[in-house]
C-alpha cells in the first residue's frame, strides 16, 4: 500500500543526482528521500546500454523493496537509456516514475529566443537521440546542437572539478556550441550543475543553462500532490544514503557537494543477491 509516509526514491550513477536531491530538499522539505548513487557502475555514460538496461532494472527493483512512493531517476543517462525498463518494474509495484530529460526540454523549448538550443550530455545519451525526440516533441523548429562530454562526469566525480584541465576540457567541448550560437544550453547530465560557473564563463552570460534539478522538483511535486501523496505540515522530512561502490568516497565526494551533512552511508552488494552476471561487485562490465 503506497501512502504519503513513505519516502521518494532516487538514483543515480553518482553524485550528479545530488543536484537534483538538493533542489527536491529546498522544494519539497517534510519529504523523506533514499538516494542510490550506483558508484561501482559509474560511468553509465559509457556502459554498454544493453547491461546498463540490467542494472537499472536491479536498481529501480532493490529501492522499490525498500518501500518507497516515487521513483526519480536522478541521471540523465539512465533516463535515456532505461526510463521504460524503470517506468515497467515501478508499475509492477503501483509506483509513479519522474525521469529527467523531459522536464528540462520543455522548459528549454520554452525559454530559447534564437531557437538555437546546445545538449551537453554523455555518450550514451546523446546516442540515444532522447533529447532530440523530447525538443522535436515540443512543437517548436529548433536547431538541436549534441555535444557528447564523454570525460566530464568522471573529473567531476573524482572531486577534481575546479582544476586547470577540467577547465581546458569543457572549453574543447563549448566549441562547437558556441560556434553554432545557441542562446540555451541543457546540461544533460546532472553532474554538470557543479560546473555550470565554468560552463558559464566559457559560453557567457547570454547563453541560458538549463538544468535537470528545478524542473525535476516541480514535476515530482505535481505528481505527487496530483497521486495525494504529498506529506503536509511543517517537519522537516529525513534523508538517507547507499551506495555500490566504497562507502568513504562516496561520503567524501558527497558531502563536498550536498554541502550538508550525510548521516548513515550504506553500502549495497548486489553481487551477493546471486545476479553475477548482471552486476559484479568490482563494477566490471
Ligand atoms: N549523472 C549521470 C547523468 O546524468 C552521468 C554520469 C555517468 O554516469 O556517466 O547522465
Not at 540523465?76 to 525521469?99: C, S
Not at 530559447?112 to 532522447?130: D, K, Q, Y
Not at 561502490?245 to 554541502?259: C, H, K, M, S, Y
Request: aromatic content about 6%; charged content about 25%; hydrophobic content about 45%.
Amino acid at each position: 500500500m503506497i501512502d504519503a509516509s513513505l519516502p521518494v526514491a532516487m538514483f543515480d550513477s553518482g553524485v550528479g543526482g545530488l543536484t537534483v536531491l538538493h533542489e527536491c530538499l529546498v522544494a519539497l522539505p517534510q519529504e523523506d528521500y533514499v538516494y542510490l548513487g550506483d558508484t561501482a557502475w559509474f560511468p553509465y555514460g559509457t556502459r554498454d546500454p544493453e547491461r546498463l538496461r540490467d542494472r537499472i532494472a536491479l536498481i529501480t527493483e532493490d529501492l522499490l523493496e525498500r518501500g518507497v512512493k516515487l521513483v526519480v531517476i536522478a541521471c540523465n543517462t539512465a533516463t535515456a537509456i532505461g526510463e521504460d525498463v524503470v517506468r515497467e518494474v515501478a508499475a509492477g509495484y503501483g509506483v509513479q516514475v519522474v525521469p529527467v530529460v523531459q522536464p528540462q526540454a520543455e522548459i528549454a523549448a520554452a525559454i530559447t529566443e534564437n531557437r538555437r538550443i546546445g545538449v551537453l550530455a554523455t555518450t550514451n545519451t546523446v546516442e540515444s537521440g532522447a533529447y532530440r525526440r523530447a525538443l522535436e516533441a515540443q512543437g517548436r523548429a529548433l536547431e538541436v546542437i549534441e555535444v557528447a562530454a564523454p570525460r566530464l562526469a568522471p573529473f567531476i566525480q573524482d572531486g577534481s572539478l575546479f582544476d586547470e584541465e577540467t577547465m581546458e576540457m569543457a572549453r574543447g567541448y563549448c566549441a562547437p556550441l558556441r560556434e553554432a550560437g545557441i542562446d540555451t544550453l541543457i546540461l544533460g547530465c546532472t553532474h554538470y550543475p557543479l560546473v555550470a560557473p565554468m560552463l558559464q564563463r566559457i559560453l557567457g552570460r547570454n547563453v541560458r543553462l538549463v538544468s535537470g534539478g528545478h524542473a525535476v522538483a516541480a514535476a515530482v511535486q505535481r505528481t505527487l500532490t496530483r497521486a495525494g501523496l504529498a506529506r503536509t505540515g511543517d517537519e522537516e522530512g529525513a534523508y538517507e544514503f547507499f551506495c555500490t561502490g566504497p562507502i568513504a568516497d562516496f561520503r567524501e565526494v558527497a558531502t563536498r557537494f550536498l554541502q550538508m551533512p550525510l548521516g548513515e552511508v550504506r553500502q549495497i552488494e548486489f553481487a551477493d543477491r546471486g545476479r553475477p552476471s548482471v552486476c559484479r561487485a568490482d563494477g566490471a562490465v
